[in-house]
T-cell receptor
């Protein structure tokens, strides 16, 4: 597609529920990133995919968070047993590759609210 | 570790005023530096970047120079417009291959009044 697409744009859920957030990157972009942006803060890195594999998941806060990218394109961020502190905007970004010269293109984000 | 520090906002200016938003960084290795902008209701967009010391990034009248000696990458614009109202994020990345994640500052909100 023309840009990075994220769905849903807004998700309200109850504490303890399971949530999936989807990211559809720019066609041909091999690198995909997930970030989390809390209110009034800059985005914080969660996980990075190169192709189908998670090359770096050091930013995932705990084992309730998991992400997949089975075919090297669309990615899903999965959050189990959601907590109120998980409320944030989850951003996805993609780039052509992993070299230092490549620029990340961000999606508009998925706003998650845990009640 | 890597970190980015930005001046706190909001910064409120009148149209056509001069803008400076300060950004300093700490990094292991030699980072690339970026300014991203987030307009109301929109996603983060790259504004400009610089990949080595003394490089100047520029776009849409904005400029920033990579200063290794002061570990700074201050954003400047000579004459701001109302349409420049947004949140500006300074960021860095380290390494040419492998993990290319960005480390962001906390953002500076700019409000330009007509």
């Amino acid at each position: 597609g023309a840009g990075v697409s994220q769905t849903p744009s807004n998700k309200v859920t109850e504490k303890g529920k399971y949530v999936e957030l989807r990211c559809d990157p720019i066609s041909g972009h091999t690198a995909l990133y997930w970030y989390r942006q809390s209110l009034g803060q800059g985005p914080e890195f969660l996980i990075y995919f190169q192709g189908t594999g998670a090359a770096d998941d050091s930013g995932l806060p705990n084992d309730r968070f998991f992400a997949v990218r089975p075919e090297g394109s669309v990615s899903t961020l999965k959050i189990q047993r959601t907590e109120r502190g998980d409320s944030a905007v989850y951003l996805c970004a993609s780039s052509l590759g992993a070299s230092g010269a490549n620029v990340l293109t961000f999606g508009a984000g998925s706003r998650l609210t845990v009640l | 570790g890597n970190s980015v520090t930005q001046m706190e906002g909001p910064v409120t200016l009148s149209e056509e005023a001069f803008l400076t938003i300060n950004c300093t960084y700490t990094a292991t290795g030699y980072p690339s530096l970026f300014w991203y902008v987030q307009y109301p209701g929109e996603g983060l967009q790259l504004l400009l970047k610089a990949t080595k010391a003394d490089d100047k990034g520029s776009n849409k009248g904005f400029e920033a120079t990579y200063r290794k000696e002061t570990t700074s990458f201050h954003l400047e614009k000579g004459s701001v417009q109302v349409s420049d109202s947004a949140v500006y994020f300074c960021a860095l990345s380290v390494g040419d291959t492998g993990r290319r994640a960005l480390t962001f500052g906390s953002g500076t909100r700019l409000q330009v009044q007509p």
